[in-house]
Structures are given as C-alpha cells and as structure tokens.
C-alpha cells in the first residue's frame, strides 16, 4: 500500500455494520481492494458485533461444506442407468420406425 | 441438487432420471460454449423448477420468512448482539449433521438451490450463473442473502 493509500484510509469514513455486512462474502474471497480490505478490518476490531457475527458466518459455509451433502440413495445409480438403456432401446426404436 | 429443490427422494429419483433422458434425446441441441455438467444441472433444475410449481410448494410466504432472516440494522448498526458460537456444540458431529441438513430444508427453494450449487456442489460463480441463467452479481448477492438466513437459523443450534 502506498503512502497515499496509508493516508486516504486514514481520512476515509469508517464502515457502518451495513457497510461491513455488504462485504463479508466478498472479504472471505479474497475480492476486496487492499483499501476497503483494511477499512472493513478496522470495523471488525472496534465492532463488538461484527467480529462475532463473521465468524457465524464463515462457520455457516464451512459447516454447509463439510455437512450439507446428501447421500445418494442405494441403488439410485443403478436403477437410472436400467431406466436409461430401457428408454434408449424405445428411443432408438422410434427413430429407426419414422 | 434436484432433491434439495424437491425435497421428496421418490420424486427426486424420478427427475433425475428424466433428466438423463432429456440430455440423450437433446444431445444435438448442446452447444460446446458451457462445460457439460452445467447443461445437464439446467435440464435438471428445470424439471425440479416444473415439478415444484406441480405441487405449489413455490410461495410468496417462503420470500417473506427469508427476509426475517436477514441481519436487521438501525443507523447502519447491528440491532442485536452476536456471541461466538459454542465450540461443544459445534463438535458434536452427529447432531450438527441433521441440524444443517434440518436448516437448509428451510430455506426457500431459490435459496437452497444457490447454497447447493456453490457451497456444496462447489461450482463456480460462473458456472451457477449458467445455470440459474442469471448474472455473476445476481448470484453473489443471492448467496450472501441465503448464506445470512442460513447462519440465523443455524444461531439457535449454536449459540
């Protein structure tokens, strides 16, 4: 970060809670610009809601992540693929007939 | 995917197979520009999309109830208090499993299916704007929502 960076930052407006919460997402991959990255920061040290509430938030992604798969029934890939020759046989059929 | 949307295995099965089939007969019809994956989610997301209006599970109530979960502010201030998550709860596995799995059947389909694609299924965001055929920012911001509603419902469990 440049001086001048080091200097806008130390003049800009700090975030509002709603400011912080528009950028979460977009702090966790990594897409903010280097000046609004160390503006949201500065929110999360002095905000005593902010700091707790992206944890939640990160923790919600990385439990949906690690949880959230569904398993896929027995015998459901096997039942597709008979369903799937027996339709193709039909289908192939009906196109050689017209 | 499709059983998130829809919520039922029987008919989940049942769209996913015929999701299979559309692809097969409309082969020629795929165009190189998407990867094939992305093209066999739309077909199947249509379906699902289809079978949900069927049924009239779609509602406006769902919409209203996914903004109560969103974060309230006033003078751009948090209106509650948040507290750290009990790191005990978080650690008993078995539990935390049903209890996200209970969560996201909450959340309304537009929301689940985004929470799916990115989160679980781990597309990129280019790829679900391909498939829900919206923008990149549309996603993002579809995202953000869900995964805010997601952490409320979630807060009861963990706190």
Known sequence: MTLLDKLRNLFAPSLSCEQANAFIADYMEGRLDPSLRTRFEAHLHMCPSCAPFLEQYRKTVELVHEDGQIDVPPGLIEHTISFLHEHRDQYSAKGTAS | ?159
């Open chain 2, 1 to 159: 995917m499709i059983q998130r949307i829809v919520q039922d295995e029987d008919e989940a099965r049942s769209i996913m197979q015929e999701t299979f089939l559309q692809a097969y007969k409309r082969l020629a019809t795929f165009r190189k520009e998407a990867k094939f994956t992305t093209w066999l989610y739309a077909i199947g997301l249509n379906l699902a999309r289809a079978s949900l209006r069927k049924r009239r599970r779609y509602d406006m109530l769902e919409e209203d109830k996914m903004d109560r979960l969103q974060p309230t502010f006033e003078s751009g201030m948090h209106t509650e208090k948040f507290d750290f998550w009990n790191p005990q709860r978080l650690a008993e596995q078995n539990e935390r499993r049903s209890l996200v799995h209970a969560a996201i059947a909450e959340l309304s389909p537009d929301y689940r299916l985004v929470i799916t694609l990115r989160d679980i299924e781990e597309l990129s965001t280019t790829e679900v704007a391909q498939v829900l055929d919206i923008t990149e920012g549309a996603v993002r911001v579809r995202l953000h929502r869900a995964r805010l509603a997601l952490r409320n419902l979630l807060d009861r469990y963990f706190r």
